[in-house]
Nanobody, 127 residues
Framework: QVQLVESGGGLVQAGASLRLSCAPS????????MGWFRQAPEKEREFVAA????????HYADSVQGRFTISRDTAENTLYLQMNSLKHEDTALYYC????????????????????WGQGTQVTVSS
């Protein structure tokens, strides 16, 4: 069983930046595609960003394109989400997710396309 542990959330003002981290419990996660999702109160979990196993391909939701950057450090076996120019509407519980297989053409954007999930880290952006 793969465990994912997120960190880095917090309370910030609009316009600020935060960097989230996700540490998988096993080294084999280096070969997994990974992603970030978020869920605001009374809303469905939504896709934020995905990154291929090698880190060479990244895909973003339109709402975060140009503000967020997903990356991974394979040596440290850690996934990151750099969030800049944060908006109040970015407030949510952010989840790290891992998928045992990479994607060929279409990046995985649906929650059920991922095999493992973290517990989430809260991001609150005050307006």
């Amino acid at each position: 069983q793969v465990q994912l542990v997120e960190s880095g959330g917090g309370l910030v003002q609009a316009g600020a930046s935060l960097r989230l981290s996700c540490a998988p419990s096993v080294r084999t996660a280096r070969s997994y595609a990974m992603g970030w999702f978020r869920q605001a109160p009374e809303k469905e979990r939504e896709f934020v960003a995905a990154i291929s196993a090698s880190g060479g391909r990244a895909h973003y939701a339109d709402s975060v394109q140009g503000r967020f950057t997903i990356s991974r450090d394979t040596a440290e076996n850690t996934l990151y989400l750099q969030m800049n120019s944060l908006k109040h509407e970015d407030t949510a519980l952010y989840y790290c997710a891992a998928r045992r297989t990479n994607w060929a053409i279409v990046p995985p954007r649906a929650p059920d396309e991922y095999d493992y999930w973290g517990q989430g880290t809260q991001v609150t952006v005050s307006s």
